[in-house]
């Protein structure tokens, strides 16, 4: 989701501020099923959520952007 609202400074500059957000509402993005055929009862279990592609980014959890962009 992402909402921006764009400004006139002057004639020439103008200013955008923007707000992007990422698993807005927090729902867990599941992983694939074990598929461990000795792991003792385990077999199918999903025991953990995908990661997200961007490094250094928390896993799975939401994540808010804001960003302010001058042209001129």
Known sequence: MAMSKNFTITE???????????????H??????????????????ITNIEADSAPGAPIGMRQLQFGVRVTF
Request: a positive charge; one cysteine or more; proline letters at 6%.
């Open 12 to 26: 020439r500059v103008r200013a955008q501020f923007r707000f992007d957000a990422y698993n807005l509402f927090n």
């Open 28 to 45: 867990p993005v599941l992983a694939l099923p074990n598929s461990c055929v000795d792991c003792g009862g385990q077999s199918g279990q």
